[in-house]
């Protein structure tokens, strides 16, 4: 029970799969990751960055936290953002939500959940700044499904407005940052045309100079 053999037998049999299609694969993923994609996505098990985007391992570089969120005081997600953006000059950074998410879905909500109740004062924001075009939707499954879409929105703001992205744009750093959404009923990714690529896609009050 300690042990979780089953996890253990998983990987080697993952592991001798891998080599068997490419023998020198661990090789030359030990030498140095040189991915172009930062992916910020939602911690949810059913949300896998590389299987979503059928990538391997070294392809994408990956930060998940619960609901996707970007917050401008949370040292976890800003380091990855500069290490990403700094050190591995990765080109693309894509924020991407789910519908479904249960944490925009409690976020809806005006019941206690506990201390994550302090993380979703976030997106309870973004509720709160498009209330009136979420409360115009009759459906509320309708009203759902955009709240997850408006937090993308929001977080690939919140991305762009990082002293990180907005110095790298100013040094001449090629760097675009995406809004996608996935569909866990069908497995298929949306693109929210969301995208900014320069200090001229956000708000003059966020650009730093």
């Not at 019941?111 to 979420?134: E, M, P, T």
């Not at 499904?145 to 762009?160: G, K, M």
Request: a neutral charge; proline letters at 2%.
């Amino acid at each position: 029970m300690k042990i979780l053999k089953n996890l253990f037998e998983s990987n080697r049999k993952w592991a001798e799969k891998i080599k068997r299609a490419d023998p020198d694969f661990f090789n030359k993923l030990s030498q140095q990751q040189r991915p172009e994609y930062l992916w910020i996505g939602c911690s949810d098990s059913r949300v896998p960055a590389n299987e979503i985007v059928d990538m391997l391992p070294g392809e994408i570089f990956v930060h998940r936290n619960i609901a996707n969120v970007v917050i401008h005081t949370d040292l976890n997600c800003l380091s990855v953002i500069q290490y990403a953006v700094d050190v591995l000059k990765v080109k693309h950074i894509i924020v991407c939500g789910h519908y479904g998410c249960g944490g925009v879905q409690a976020a809806m909500e005006n019941k206690a959940h506990g201390l994550i109740d302090n993380w979703l004062q976030n997106i309870k924001d973004v509720y709160r700044h498009h209330q009136q075009k979420i409360d115009a939707v009759q459906s509320e499954t309708e009203r759902f499904n955009l709240l997850c879409e408006l937090n993308v929105i929001e977080q690939v703001a919140n991305v762009c407005h990082t002293t990180i992205v907005q110095n790298a744009w100013r040094s001449g750093q090629k760097l675009a940052v995406h809004g996608w959404i996935y569909s866990i009923h069908d497995g298929i990714l949306k693109d929210l045309n969301v995208c900014s690529t320069g200090i001229d896609d956000i708000s003059s009050i966020h650009r730093i100079t």
